[in-house]
């Protein structure tokens, strides 16, 4: 049954008004609100609500919960990583905090979650792709992780990522419902414009962004190389929606909300950051609105390694010259304690784990 961490209050209302009698929208309202201010538990009392009536509300919708399993802060940069368990399910999964500063140096926090236990996309650069599947997530998870990092945080959160472990647009249901659920009022109040979904290129996820009445968040697709050859061998998905139906999948998407796509390319060395990549690009995006992020790689086993400084440059030189999109070096903190991105693998720090 839905419940207050993954449904709004006015659609839950009529499955929960049978139930519990005397419980009204407003009411329900104020009780979820308090839900999300009580770390996702039902407060003990709530003034001018009965202790009746929210026990029976209790008893009717109870709240499920994840336990920490492992909880680690890098020294380094302050990012924050958690390792969570739904005790009914199986597969671990993974959600980090990230520090940023904004405008005079007021600190905030990004929450990075994931949509799936393991990944089924076989991404060769990523540690998740090669865990493979265990499920996805349900709605509610997905908002739990959102509280777990928002109570180990130093600073208030003000936005969120789907770029944990996982295929968001794999579990667009649960994804869209936790999207609206974090921007309710009565949860988080997260506005849309302030989350971001990344998909390693799933088109029929990317066009159902684009329908009427889709939350406006931000897209980002991982593509890492314009080469079909090269994209093949490292990113499997590229068999299933091939880069034309890709491009012209995220052509439709700005077209129909006016919002330009994020590119992410995570950079290999001898792989994908020689100028005639640049080139590539440039020609595949043939006139598509969109930005680039440059991320360097992250392999624990250092088999794949980041390009040097002067292969990195010349890339951007070819791709200032025949690309002229937005470019961004995109920071992927927390590698010491494997929290960057690419390296979440649902696996304790170390043998000493710290108490939930």
Same mark, same amino acid.
């Given at each position: 049954?839905p419940?207050?961490?993954d449904?709004?209050?006015e659609?839950?209302?009529?499955a929960?008004?049978p139930?519990?009698?005397g419980?009204?929208?407003?009411?329900l309202?104020?009780?979820?609100a308090?839900?999300?201010r009580?770390r996702g538990a039902y407060p003990?009392?709530?003034p001018?609500?009965?202790?009746?009536?929210l026990s029976?509300?209790?008893?009717?919708?109870?709240l499920p919960?994840?336990?920490?399993?492992?909880?680690?802060t890098s020294?380094?940069?302050g990012f924050a990583?958690?390792?969570?368990?739904n005790?009914?399910?199986?597969?671990d999964?993974?959600?980090?905090a990230?520090?940023?500063l904004?405008g005079?140096?007021?600190?905030?926090?990004?929450a990075?979650?994931s949509?799936?236990s393991?990944c089924?996309q076989?991404?060769r650069?990523?540690c998740t792709?090669r865990l493979g599947?265990?499920?996805?997530?349900?709605a509610?998870?997905?908002?739990?992780?959102v509280l777990?990092v928002r109570d180990?945080a130093p600073?208030?959160?003000r936005g969120?990522?789907?770029?944990?472990m996982?295929?968001?647009l794999?579990?667009?249901d649960?994804?869209l419902?936790?999207?609206?659920?974090?921007?309710?009022?009565c949860?988080?109040?997260?506005s849309?414009?302030?989350i971001s979904?990344?998909t390693?290129?799933?088109v029929p996820?990317?066009?159902?962004?684009?329908?009427?009445?889709a939350?406006?968040?931000r897209?980002?697709?991982?593509?890492?190389?314009?080469?079909?050859d090269?994209?093949?061998r490292?990113?499997?998905?590229?068999?299933?929606?091939?880069?034309p139906e %890709?491009r012209d999948?995220l052509?439709?998407?700005? /077209?129909?909300t006016g919002?330009? #796509? &994020?590119l @992410?390319?995570p950079?290999?060395?001898?792989v994908?950051d020689a100028?005639?990549d640049?080139?590539?690009l440039a020609r595949w %995006?043939?006139g598509?609105p969109?930005a680039?992020? /440059?991320?360097?790689?992250?392999? #624990? &086993?250092l @088999?794949l390694?980041?390009p040097s400084d002067a292969a990195?440059?010349?890339?951007?030189?070819?791709?200032?010259l025949?690309?002229?999109i937005?470019?961004s070096?995109?920071?992927?903190?927390g590698?010491?304690?494997?929290a960057?991105?690419?390296?979440l693998?649902?696996?304790?720090?170390e043998?000493?784990r710290t108490?939930p």
């Amino acid at each position: 049954m839905p419940t207050l961490l993954d449904t709004r209050a006015e659609d839950l209302l009529p499955a929960l008004a049978p139930l519990v009698p005397g419980l009204s929208l407003r009411t329900l309202r104020r009780i979820q609100a308090a839900v999300f201010r009580n770390r996702g538990a039902y407060p003990a009392a709530l003034p001018e609500i009965s202790p009746a009536l929210l026990s029976r509300l209790a008893g009717a919708s109870p709240l499920p919960a994840l336990r920490v399993l492992d909880r680690r802060t890098s020294p380094r940069d302050g990012f924050a990583k958690l390792l969570l368990r739904n005790p009914a399910e199986p597969g671990d999964f993974e959600a980090v905090a990230i520090p940023l500063l904004r405008g005079r140096g007021e600190p905030k926090t990004i929450a990075c979650v994931s949509s799936q236990s393991g990944c089924a996309q076989g991404c060769r650069f990523c540690c998740t792709g090669r865990l493979g599947l265990a499920r996805s997530l349900r709605a509610w998870e997905i908002v739990a992780q959102v509280l777990a990092v928002r109570d180990a945080a130093p600073a208030p959160l003000r936005g969120v990522v789907f770029m944990g472990m996982g295929e968001p647009l794999e579990n667009p249901d649960a994804v869209l419902a936790a999207v609206r659920m974090l921007a309710s009022p009565c949860a988080l109040a997260i506005s849309a414009k302030a989350i971001s979904v990344s998909t390693a290129g799933i088109v029929p996820g990317i066009l159902r962004l684009a329908e009427p009445g889709a939350p406006p968040v931000r897209l980002f697709v991982t593509l890492f190389s314009a080469r079909p050859d090269v994209r093949a061998r490292w990113m499997p998905v590229t068999r299933r929606h091939p880069l034309p139906e %890709l491009r012209d999948a995220l052509r439709r998407y700005h /077209l129909a909300t006016g919002r330009r #796509p &994020t590119l @992410a390319w995570p950079l290999v060395a001898g792989v994908n950051d020689a100028p005639g990549d640049a080139v590539a690009l440039a020609r595949w %995006l043939d006139g598509l609105p969109a930005a680039l992020d /440059l991320i360097d790689v992250n392999d #624990p &086993t250092l @088999a794949l390694r980041p390009p040097s400084d002067a292969a990195r440059n010349a890339f951007l030189d070819a791709l200032r010259l025949h690309a002229r999109i937005p470019v961004s070096r995109r920071y992927s903190g927390g590698a010491d304690i494997l929290a960057a991105c690419g390296l979440l693998a649902a696996t304790p720090l170390e043998k000493e784990r710290t108490p939930p």
